[in-house]
């Protein structure tokens, strides 16, 4: 999961980690700066919410720079971050942060996203509802290969899980909205 | 579910639907600065750190910048002895299991190797034994399995003959990836030590075939997903092993598992939810890639 804006190759992130672990505070807002905004990207999607993002991120980095020490670099540190993050987000989604009310961000976020899409604001709000619905990895493994971009690799270290699982989640995940979403079809093609 | 006389194909309406979907929980920019600020209060305050992170065995957080207080005193000194006392036995018992275990695997493989002949099954390997369709006896590439039979069998390959005498199958066994990969490892070079990985692919594929094809063969919720979903399990980890091994090496074997993959990974889920909609979409992912006309022919090739 590397960082596309500024990456720091490995060697370089084991020192920063090494230095932000022996207390350097210039190495922990250096890692921080590196990896903040694709950590808040992903917990903003997974949550939907503002607030639970940002609680998942800070609680990520909180966690992170606690463990430093424990940081090997056998995998990168964006893997590592990532794991901690999403694992973050899943217990704040169990706990019951999860975004109820899509009603009233929905106007908010159609205006955002208009520019980038042909689909009708019925379909985003009916995708939306969909994605939502999906079961909770179908719906992490989507959101990061499909909406973020992660490659099978990159979730798969993420979540814990293989990379054909990941594949056969995405799989799950993409027949269920084909499925709920089957009518536009038709008003897509045209 | 949708077929092909639909307005536009799967792979159409997917890439609409990602191109859609990138609206969905659009992120507004993150606040790096304020986050930042939070981070640092937070890490600063000892309760708040140990409210994030975590645990109360968790090392003293290096609070950057400043000196952090020594957090952590909750504990009273006697528990926290008693938990190390308690952590060190469970240690070493788990230490001692993993030696034990250790050296039956030893034991077993070198036992089974010793004549030459990839062993066919270790103990471990039967003992999950699972309903097989009752075709799966013959398989077009046992030679391995005959041979075992043939010979003078060991003590785990008699178990297995038991567990398929008696109706019952034994899994395809990590283990046998596992047994053989130290064997090439050990000894054997270039082709002849691709020669058992061969063997146990042509095996693999076998049984992946007699699955899938049984599988096909079986109506929803008529109480087969269960067995198929075990019996699954097992043949995705033989094919997640088969996968880092050098039986991947070849580019078309190597798709071939991938596919295999993931519809073994389908087939474990099945069970959650065995409804005519899922076995569509196994279904689906089966015709997509021919899987089973592969897993036939690559069987049949690799069997020779």
Redesign the interface.
Known sequence: MEDTSAPPTRVDERLLAARAAAGDAGAARALYDAHVERIFRLAYRLTGEEDAARDVTQDTFIRAFQRLDQFRGEASLSTWLHRIAFSVAANALKAGRRRSAREEPLDEAVVLIAHQRRAEPDLTQRLAEAIDALPEGCRAVFVMHDVEGYTHEEIGAALGIQSGTSKAQLFRARAKLRAELAEFRGEWAS | ??GRG???D?E???R?????????????P???E???A??EA??ASPTA?AD???SAT??T?????TIGPKTFTRVPRAWRAGAAALAAVLLLSVGIAIGRQWGADAGAVSGGLADGRPRDATVTDAAPAQPAPTDVAVQPAAPAEQATRGGALPPAADVRDRAVAGGERAPAGAGRVRDVASATRGGAEGAASAAPYRVLTAQHLAQAEALLTGFRAEAPGGGGAAADAMWARDL?ST??LL?DSPAARDPERRRLL?DL??VL??LV?LPRADSP?ERA?ID??LRRGDVLTRLRSAGGLQGT
């Open positions: 579910m949708t639909d307005h536009m799967d159409q309406f997917d609409l639907l990602r191109e859609a979907a990138r609206g969905y929980n659009a992120p507004p993150a606040p790096v304020a986050m930042w939070a981070i937070r890490r750190s994030a992170g975590g968790a090392p957080p290096h609070v950057i910048g995705l094919t997640r996968l991938e993959e993931l990974a389908q889920l909609e979409l689906r992912a």
